[in-house]
């Protein structure tokens, strides 16, 4: 079974930075579409960052600041967030799905949660 399990939330200033691990098991990376997703209060999850074979998709809202990556030797993928805004406040959730639908995500810039299968219980991230 794919396991998918955050880390790394908490509060920071705004401008300032939090780095956030998902440890995945029972997936290989390169079989599967990653990604970092956001709910905020009263709104719908949406997109923050997604990562497959290398390459990635940001959401217009984080691009520049978020860094999404993949670390082999520790089966993890991490989300590094600089410059953070107080909009940045939301759960963060990992997201992993064997059928990546990239051309579909690269020609309207962006995925939809309905896409991802698998997903981790979330971390809290606050930025004030």
């Known amino acids: 079974d794919v396991q998918l399990v955050e880390s790394g939330g908490g509060s920071a200033q705004a401008g300032g930075s939090l780095r956030l691990s998902c440890a995945a098991s029972g997936l290989t990376y390169s079989s599967y579409c990653m990604g970092w997703f956001r709910q905020a209060p009263g709104k719908e999850r949406e997109g923050v960052a997604i990562?497959?074979?290398?390459?990635?998709i940001y959401a217009d809202s984080v691009k520049g600041r978020f860094t999404i990556s993949h670390d082999s030797a520790k089966n993890t993928l991490n989300l590094r967030m600089n410059s953070l805004k107080p909009e940045d406040t939301a759960v963060y959730y990992c997201?992993?799905?064997?059928?990546?639908?990239?051309?579909?995500?690269?020609?309207?810039?962006?995925?939809?949660?309905?896409?991802?299968?698998?997903w981790g219980q979330g971390t809290q991230v606050t930025v004030s």
């Open positions: 990562i497959w074979t290398g390459s990635t």
């Open positions: 997201a992993a799905d064997p059928n990546c639908r990239w051309s579909r995500w690269s020609r309207v810039g962006y995925a939809s949660p309905a896409d991802f299968g698998y």
